[in-house]
């Protein structure tokens, strides 16, 4: 039986008030994101500081020690505390982390908004990932993802300033949806998510509003997940990692229209559709 972290439940509010003047001069009140800082302490050391919006603080912990590779299983996780009154949280391993010092001297620079620098080597371990080739993805299952996001409920519709991430079945289904001030947070928070319920990413979509850069592909296959969608673009790293780890990239996904770059096999598009998409043209 799998051994599960004892885990705070800590909340707070996702967004503040502040009043406002327009070109007018008419006064009103608006929400913007309540951005703060988490400081993460792994047994009393302190690891790094996340900015967030603190939505689900106890899930992007995990999720950024799973993808920075610090931690392998949730099982050497033995707790982990949200404190908001000292913005921070406090993380105990069952055997500590190995060389730990060492694991997190080397710091890379990333394009990542939020959070500013990764642990190790970015290449490291990518060519031991095997993301499974028998997942398919249907066009009009892709354009149901991309309409479910346009119409979901979100803090950027309300403040705006914010990246979303999204894990969807490949059936259409939405199994989680996540905000945060940048989306490596969010795709962290998604990360934690799947381990605490256990769930693989062999037939799963990822789905984000940001641009997909080498370590948002990297983190997706670290996942195990062989669809990578966004409504944005890619960079040329993030397309060559693709390509290497043999991912399904989608770029620009919007209403009728996407970019189809890597992993071409695993899209099944359907002629009937067709006419549509035309229509919209």
């Known amino acids: 039986m799998l051994r599960r972290p004892e885990l705070s439940h800590a909340s707070i509010d996702l967004t503040h008030d502040v009043d ?11 929400a913007i994101p309540a951005e703060r800082p988490l400081t993460v302490y792994v047994d009393k050391r302190e690891l790094v500081t996340l900015m967030t919006l603190g939505g689900a603080p106890e899930a992007l912990t995990l999720g950024y020690l ?3 590779r610090l931690v392998r299983s949730i099982e050497e996780i ?13 993380v105990r391993t069952r055997s500590g982390i190995a060389d730990i010092e060492e694991r997190t001297a080397h710091k890379v620079v990333t394009t990542g908004c939020g959070q500013g620098s990764v642990f190790g080597d970015l290449m490291e371990e990518i060519d031991t990932i095997a ?12 354009y149901g993802i991309v309409d479910a996001i346009r119409v979901h409920p979100s803090i950027y519709k309300q403040a705006g300033s914010v990246h979303g991430c999204a894990l969807f079945s490949t059936e259409g289904k939405l199994l989680y949806f996540i905000e945060d001030i940048g989306r490596h ?4 928070a998604i990360a934690g998510k799947m381990w605490l319920d256990e769930l693989g990413g062999e037939d799963k979509v990822f789905y984000t509003t940001g641009r997909l850069t080498s370590e948002m592909v990297i983190k997706g296959a670290q996942m195990g997940i062989p669809f990578l969608l966004s409504r944005s673009g890619t960079t040329r790293m993030g397309y060559m990692v693709a390509q290497r780890v043999g ?21 099944v598009y359907e002629p009937h559709l067709l006419s549509s998409v035309i229509s919209l043209a």
Do not use: Y
Not at 78 to 90: E, G, I, K, P, T
Not at 185 to 188: F, R, S
Not at 247 to 267: D, V
């Open 185 to 188: 947070n969010a795709v962290d």
């Open 131 to 142: 993301l499974t080739p028998e997942a398919r993805l249907r066009q009009s299952v892709l």
């Open 66 to 68: 799973r993808n920075q």
């Open 20 to 30: 406002v003047l327009d070109e007018r001069g008419r006064r009103s009140t608006i």
């Open 78 to 90: 033995a707790s982990l505390q949200v404190d908001w009154d000292v913005n921070a949280v406090a």
């Open 247 to 267: 991912m399904t990239l989608l770029a620009r996904c919007t209403g009728k229209h996407f970019l189809l770059l890597s992993g071409k096999e695993r899209l």
